[in-house]
């Protein structure tokens, strides 16, 4: 399953491009941008699925620094203070992961 099953590829397109300069990212502006808080908490849950590259079930600060590659093949890489800051946004258990639950009410919020 691909991420353009479940949302535009215009709204990803978009949201791409709003944060192409480096430390521009916002992941809630991003999620708005591209859809995803549009949708169900079924479709959000399968978007996780695609974003956790591992499939072990959270997202790491590894596979955070590819988010937008996963919408995108050719997006850059977020910095490293965007990566944690998103983990810090999104890591309501502090275990240095992102969990569905944990993505689910980012996205939501």
């Given amino acids: 399953m691909s991420l353009s099953s479940i949302l535009s590829a215009d709204a990803i397109d978009s949201a791409i491009k709003d944060c192409q300069a480096p430390d521009s990212f916002c992941a ?13 908490p079924q479709e959000i849950k399968k978007v996780f ?9 959270f ?28 983990l810090s946004a999104a890591d309501d258990d502090s275990d240095g992961m992102i969990g569905a639950d944990e993505f689910q009410a980012m996205v939501l919020s």
Avoid: H, W, Y
């Fill in 59 to 86: 997202i790491e600060e590894e596979e955070l620094k590819f988010f937008l590659q996963r919408f995108c093949p050719g997006a850059r890489v977020l910095t490293d203070k965007e990566t944690k800051a998103f």
């Fill in 49 to 57: 699925g695609i974003l956790d590259n591992d499939a072990s079930g």
């Fill in 28 to 40: 809630k502006k991003f999620f708005q941008m591209c859809g995803l808080t549009k949708k169900s």
